[in-house]
């Protein structure tokens, strides 16, 4: 199994617009994917993604980092491990269908939140998507293999 890579951040921020356009202007990011509320702004420099999501006074998080993300061969591979490692460290929950960069949320044993995704952080996948990658196989694809 290949090594799990960092290639996501999510930033809490409570002027998410100016802080996509700092990070666009400054360190050249490009803007590739914005929500549909124009508040949350997904950035990359064409290996790292970044979200600059909105913060908001009722939301646990503070200001600042939220959680990363992990690109991972083997979601299931991975939560085996986790739990392995620590039985009080629960098991990896799949995301809400409206958040389409990753598939699951963990936590390290501090609590510090990260997603696992095995598409990656490039471009949003819809749970359909998932779905149909992870689509029972047939009889007779199974009498074939």
């Known amino acids: 199994m290949a090594r799990p890579k960092i290639r996501h ?32 702004f997904f950035l990359s420099d064409g290996y790292i993604t970044m979200a600059v999501l909105p913060h908001k006074l009722e939301n646990d998080g ?17 939560s085996r491990k986790i739990v392995a490692f620590d039985a009080d460290i629960e098991e990896p929950k799949k995301r809400p269908a409206d958040r389409p960069y990753a598939e699951f949320r963990g936590c390290d044993t501090e609590g510090n939140s990260f997603d696992l995704s095995e598409h990656g952080f490039e471009r949003a996948e819809s749970n359909a998507e998932r779905d149909a990658k992870k689509a029972p196989v047939s009889a007779k694809e199974k009498a074939l293999v």
Request: proline share 2%; no cysteine; aromatic share 10%.
């Open 9 to 40: 951040l999510a930033i809490l921020a409570r002027n998410p617009k100016k802080m996509a356009d700092y990070y666009t202007k400054v360190f050249d990011m490009e803007i590739i994917h914005q929500n549909a509320a124009g508040n949350a």
């Open 62 to 78: 503070s200001i600042g980092l939220n959680h990363f993300g992990f690109q991972v061969d083997d979601i299931a591979a991975m």
